[in-house]
């Protein structure tokens, strides 16, 4: 059964920092590309950082470049999102996603990707 599963989350400062987990099980993490969306009260999921499979190339929304960074532990099945100078603006709930044929930046778009987590939220404010 594939399974994702978040976490990381919490309440930050303004300028803060944050590392989210997603965590694999059912499937072996390496051969998917994997993404990290989120999704703000009253506002459309989006695309916040991607990795594809095998290689590891990784994409980034213009929001988050510089900021952000995504990164895979093979050993651990297991992806991580790395945030920096948090802004407000960052709140939102954020999911994992997987897709076994997502190429290039598509792993950006919710449409592509075929598994889900639960999400965990990211509150940055004083």
């Known amino acids: 059964q594939v399974q994702l599963v978040e976490s990381g989350g919490g309440l930050v400062q303004p300028g803060g920092s944050l590392r989210l987990s997603c965590a694999a099980s059912?499937?072996?993490?390496?051969?998917?590309?994997i993404g990290w969306f989120r999704q703000a009260p009253g506002k459309e999921r989006e695309g916040v950082s991607c990795?594809?499979?095998?290689?590891?190339?990784?994409y980034s929304a213009d929001s988050v470049k510089g900021r952000f960074t995504i990164s895979r532990d093979n050993a651990k099945n297991t992806v991580y999102l790395q945030m920096n100078s948090l802004k407000p603006e960052d709140t939102a709930v954020y999911y994992c996603?997987?897709?076994?044929?997502?190429?290039?930046?598509?792993?950006?778009?919710?449409?592509?990707?075929?598994?889900w987590g639960k999400g965990t939220l990211v509150t940055v404010s004083s």
């Open positions: 996603a997987a897709a076994a044929a997502a190429y290039g930046s598509s792993c950006l778009r919710s449409h592509a990707m075929g598994y």
């Open positions: 059912g499937f072996t993490l390496d051969y998917y590309a």
């Open positions: 990795i594809s499979s095998s290689v590891g190339i990784t």
